[in-house]
């Protein structure tokens, strides 16, 4: 199905708060393909490897719903930047991300650009790392709310939404995060360039139901993409 020209995109997020028992992750393992099964054995921690397993697994699950084709049978490669692509069909746009026991998948036909990004909200930024990220007025926000507890996840905040900018342009770290600048409209994030904005380019804190924050970017000619976000429920697990 075609998505019509002036319609705005749809982005589904699947949120998975994923097991972390090798029993359940060995399940997971058939639906990657050989090489990311081989990538996997090579993660020298086990929690590397479980995040790393159940990521690929999400987006193999949601793009095989997408296309019809069987999870195993999707082909995905990286392009120049190293962001992954699905091999013969260029209108899906996708992302993956992963913090500690957190999978976060986006999923878009219609848009151009499409990033997620997640993190713990209790991570600790050190101040030499705000500075690192933050442009100068965003520092001054930073400085200027009253509790440190709303400080820090403000700063968490500005990271995830950096990152899934990031991610969805296919430059990760290329790019200093401090170009990257938001302001805030009626709680909802705003990236501005001096003093403009792309209006191409929409950013939302997605509601996690969980200790991690969630950022998604999407960039669409037609307008602000419905989104929709649900907890993913693994059907390969054995039932009770």
Partial sequence: MHQPENQPAGIEIALWPYSKHEGDWNRWMPSLSPDERERAATYRFERDRTAFIAGRYLLRRLLSLQTGTSPGKLVLSPDKHGKLRLEGDDRLQFSLANADGLVAVAVASGCDHLGIDCERVDTEIEAAAVDSYCSADERRWLAELPAARERARAAIALWTLKESHLKALGVGLREDPRNVAFSWNDGIPVMVDGGD???????????????????????????????????FQDDSMPSE
């Fill in 197 to 231: 904005r792309d209006r191409r380019w929409h950013h939302r804190l997605v509601e996690s139901g969980s200790q991690h924050v969630v950022a998604l970017a999407a960039c669409s000619q037609s307008g602000f993409p419905g989104i929709s976000t649900r907890l």
